[in-house]
């Protein structure tokens, strides 16, 4: 969740560290800090509650400097948003460390450290990592020998940077479950929880695995797994480009990156699909022979990642005739789940690091899934390197906290995915043409929707004053209410819910009225009908409607009906394009009610904690 930034160099980092942090803000923004070694070997801090640009104007005001340093910016897990709670944390003024994760057992090592004399400032579970650090390097040669010791004494989740001033051409580096990467320089080196953070400065990284520990200093790596081995990680240039982490001429990321929607989509296709052939090799080495023997799919995956697997349940049932199940990852993880025979389980996640969808992989292969996908947006992610195949999206960086293209990118994946599998498990070759057709006219598609935009803010004026709405589909078009919901949850804070429109007689019909706003999509298909009767049951008893149907689904406006006419469209691709028409309407309502869009209260990019 949070960021971290760390350099060691010869020239001043303090620059360096709060631009990685501006460029890691997605990930928590409820405080942000730094920490500096001097060329006096003096410890200095400055930190801030609030936003990187309040650690920004103190800096300007009180600035430091110095060639090794970390920075932090946080999504409270314990404790308040403080400047006592903001990392980096501090032992005897010696020690500095920040942490992304949660420390399980910080309760039982704050107490042994307490009758150890060590005096807590934070109510952090962090705090802990900085005092045993400075308790075990009493008894170490070297600061790396001390963090090897501590980190065997934590439980839970770490991605950890540590410190001391008394050397300050080092600092140690540890990973357990929260990922970090290294940036190599030419005489300086670098440590992130992304590589967002280090673009401006170096092109050149390697990933961390679990139990890693790395010694950094400007003209040395050194990396040792969790037995002490020395260990050699690959390392990779990155093509992304750092201008990705600019808003350009948007006023928000989220709307520039609903926008570039049409533009992921191609990316996302190109290469993939030979005139109406899909090329199998995209999945990964082996990828055909996997698919063939595949009789089952689990999807898992959390929260917008969710969603789209619930689409992708329709398409593999429907289409290829597999059987599929779709599971939160929080709960796959904790409970005992039948294996059925030759089952694929395949996992959703924007940043490849998510901890709950990460473990879920874990114990899928653990208790029998005979082969893994995971559909990702981030190469060379923990989630990647873990699974047999993998689908990389190319939706490219998404710095909006709300997701938009990361899910429609997805979305194509899942029916490339179908595609693959369904060639093997009778799909008639027309329809997998047919498929295929219609996925290349999607970025088309998309651009005829995003051209609704300017009805849609209009629209959005009538959500002023709502604080709760209810969104309805049918079939697939069900997990896009559920993904509508959420967008408008998310940014705006109304509280919205989504139901299967059938399900309205059995219950939630309680709870129209005329201040209940209901947002219905309606493609042209084959359960339109059924969607128009429950459309009635609605108006029937005061409720207002928001209908985006296709425009020859024949709904007309009129007092207790606004209706948004979208683009006709192939079915199968139905559930992508009506989901840029909600993520407007969540974007316009949110810049009504004044909240703040790409940084919502309380949540952060990349959930790296359960």
């Known amino acids: 969740m949070c960021g971290i930034v760390g350099a060691v160099a010869q020239r001043d980092v303090s620059e360096i560290l709060v631009e990685g942090l501006r460029r890691l803000e997605y990930r928590g923004y409820d405080s942000a800090g730094l920490a500096i070694i001097n060329n006096d070997n003096a410890l200095l801090t400055t930190k801030r509650v609030g936003k990187v640009q309040e650690l920004t104007a103190a800096l300007a005001q009180n600035p430091i400097a110095g060639g090794t340093g970390i920075a932090h910016t946080r999504w409270a897990t314990h404790g308040v948003p403080s400047e006592e709670n903001a990392h980096p944390h501090l032992s005897n003024d010696t020690i500095a460390v920040v942490h992304n994760g949660i420390i399980e057992n910080h309760d039982e090592l704050r107490t042994m450290l307490q009758t ?108 040792y797994d969790t037995n002490g081995n020395p260990v050699e990680r690959e390392s990779k240039e990155s093509n992304v480009s750092h201008d990705s982490g600019d808003k350009g001429e948007y006023r928000h990321f989220m709307l520039k990156e609903t926008y570039e929607q049409p533009t992921s989509v191609r990316n996302t296709l190109e290469g993939r699909l030979t005139g109406t052939a899909l090329n199998i090799d995209t999945f990964g080495n082996g990828a055909d022979e996997i698919f063939k023997n595949v009789e089952h799919v689990q999807i898992i995956a959390c929260g917008t990642s969710y969603h789209s697997g619930m689409v992708a349940r329709y398409w593999l049932e429907e289409l290829a005739g597999v059987s599929c199940n779709i599971e939160i990852a929080s709960e796959f993880r904790y409970r005992k789940s039948f294996v059925p025979k030759n089952a694929m389980v395949v996992t959703l996640s924007q940043s490849g690091e998510t901890a709950d969808t990460l473990a879920a992989l874990r114990l899928a292969k653990e208790i029998g899934y005979t082969s893994s996908l995971s559909i990702c947006n981030v190469p060379g992610s923990s989630l990647v390197r873990e699974s047999d195949l993998s689908f990389m999206t190319k939706a490219g960086a998404e710095i909006g906290v709300a997701s938009t293209k990361a899910f429609t990118t997805q979305l194509v994946g899942l029916l490339m995915m179908t595609l693959a599998i369904g060639k093997h498990h009778g799909m008639p070759a027309t329809q997998q043409e047919s498929i295929a057709k219609s996925l290349l006219t999607l970025p088309n598609k998309l651009e005829e929707v995003l051209a609704l935009a300017p009805a849609i803010e209009d629209l959005a004026e ?33 509280h919205a819910e989504a139901y299967a429109a059938g399900e309205l007689k059995h219950g939630p019909l309680a709870l129209i009225d005329a201040e209940m706003p209901v947002i219905v999509v309606a493609p042209k298909n084959d359960l339109i009908e059924k969607l128009k009767s429950n459309v009635e049951e609605v108006r029937a008893r005061g409720g207002l409607m928001y209908v985006f149907a296709d425009i020859d689904a024949h709904f007309e406006s009129d007092d207790t009906m606004k209706v948004i006419n979208v683009p006709h469209c192939d079915d199968i691709i139905a559930p992508i394009v009506y989901t840029l028409p909600l993520q407007l309407l969540s974007y316009y309502v949110a810049i009504i009610k004044g909240t703040d869009v790409d940084q919502p209260r309380n949540l952060a990019k990349s959930v790296t904690v359960e």
């Open 462 to 494: 009538d959500f002023a004053d709502k604080h709760h709405a209810l969104f309805l589909g049918r079939g697939d078009q069900y997990p896009i209410a559920m993904e509508g919901a959420l967008k408008l949850k998310e940014i705006s804070y109304i």
């Open 116 to 223: 150890l004399g060590y005096a807590f400032v934070s109510q952090t579970d962090t705090e802990v990592i900085t005092h045993l650090v400075h308790h075990e390097l009493k008894t170490s040669d070297t600061l790396l020998a001390a963090v090897q010791k501590t980190v065997k004494q934590l439980e839970g989740a770490y991605g950890t940077v540590v410190m001391d001033k008394g050397d300050k051409d080092n600092m140690i580096v540890a990973r357990s479950g929260s990922p970090l990467v290294i940036g190599y320089g030419l005489g300086e080196n670098f440590i992130a929880s992304d590589i967002m953070a280090l673009l401006p400065v170096t092109r050149k990284f390697s990933y961390l695995e679990e139990g890693d520990v790395a010694q950094i200093s400007r003209y040395e790596v050194n990396i």
